[in-house]
């Protein structure tokens, strides 16, 4: 059994302005600072091996946080949230305004569409798999934490439960809190959500 905390990085100041910025590199906020301690907290209590997370600022600092320098840490750029490319940093609203013709075909095929100089959520899936195949061949019946975002990990979750692509979004991982689900070689299993404690 190959044990994997799913944490969502911090709050960044993207967060509270409502903008799409899966790339866009941006640190936390105080807010995100002091979510991130909290679940360090947690953490005093949980046995892991290895810690990985995405590149992106928010998420390192985040896992830096929880690891206190105590653990290596593994970096893999898979673990990126959807490019969304021209519409990086900009609110529902603005996209309304500047680029409603390609929203509308991203929402009529919201699997294989994609902003202008973005990624599709297909792409975005299949990088997130292989890093999925990847990390639990490699790391077979250890504890993970994973640091990453929002949409990297619902689809995370949907690969290793082997749900059709479209339940990803049942999933919302909230700031700061860690999701527990255990790998066996023939399913997986969800033991929480969005936990603290």
């Known amino acids: 059994m190959t ?9 960044t100041e ?10 866009t590199d941006c640190s936390l906020t105080p807010n995100g600072i002091e979510q991130a301690a909290a679940l360090k907290e947690a953490f005093k209590e949980i046995q892991y091996d290895t810690l990985i997370s995405s590149d992106l600022k928010r998420a390192l600092e985040t896992a830096r946080i929880l690891s206190c320098g105590m653990k290596d840490l593994t970096v893999d750029q898979r673990l ?5 490319g021209e519409w990086e940093g900009k609110t529902y609203q603005e996209i309304m305004e ?5 929203w509308d075909l991203w929402v009529e095929d919201w699997l294989n569409a994609k902003p202008t100089g973005g990624e599709s959520i297909k792409e975005m899936y299949d990088r997130i798999c292989r890093f999925v195949d990847d990390t639990l061949k490699k790391y077979e019946n250890q504890s993970l934490v994973i640091v990453s975002h929002n949409g990297a990990l619902r689809m995370i979750a949907v690969c290793l439960l082997g749900l059709s692509l ?21 399913h997986c299993s969800i033991k929480c959500i969005n936990n603290i404690e």
């Open 3 to 11: 044990k994997l905390y799913l944490v969502r990085h911090g709050e």
């Open 14 to 23: 993207f967060n509270q302005k409502g903008c799409y910025y899966g790339w």
């Open 80 to 84: 990126r949230e959807l490019n969304f």
């Open 98 to 102: 500047q680029h409603k013709a390609h």
């Open 166 to 186: 479209d339940k990803m979004f049942c999933f919302n991982f909230d700031h700061g809190r860690y999701s527990l689900l255990e790998a066996y070689e023939e």
